[in-house]
Nanobody, 124 residues
Framework: QVQLVESGGGLVQAGGSLRLSCAASGGTFVNYSMGWFRQAPGKERQFVAA??????NTYYSDSVKGRFTISRDKNTVYLEMNAMKPEDTAVYYC???????????????????WGQGTQVSVSS
């Protein structure tokens, strides 16, 4: 049974940094993309970043490009967040889906796996 467990959320001041972790277990993720999504109160869940398990290619939303970095080490996926802004405040979710990073970014999720989410708050 696949499980995705996020950790690392918290409160940070604008301009600061946080690193989120997503521990993946219970399955094989070859040919999967591992991604981060976020959802702010009253808004739809939006794509943040993704990495393809096999070869490590990445894709970012325009809103975080140059500030956030997604990476993978064994069965853990990380999201390093720098130069954070108040608009980065949201619940961040880890997502695994058997697709490309571009499809994960552009096509609403059908199937795949989700973590429980971790709160990230950025104060101004």
């Amino acid at each position: 049974q696949v499980q995705l467990v996020e950790s690392g959320g918290g409160l940070v001041q604008a301009g600061g940094s946080l690193r989120l972790s997503c521990a993946a277990s219970g399955g094989t993720f070859v040919n999967y993309s591992m991604g981060w999504f976020r959802q702010a109160p009253g808004k739809e869940r939006q794509f943040v970043a993704a990495i393809f398990w096999n070869i490590g290619n990445t894709y970012y939303s325009d809103s975080v490009k140059g500030r956030f970095t997604i990476s993978r080490d064994k069965n853990t996926v990380y999201l390093e967040m720098n130069a954070m802004k108040p608009e980065d405040t949201a619940v961040y979710y880890c997502h695994a889906r058997r697709t490309s990073v571009h499809t994960m970014a552009r096509v609403p999720a059908r199937g795949g796996y989700w973590g429980q989410g971790t709160q990230v708050s950025v104060s101004s």
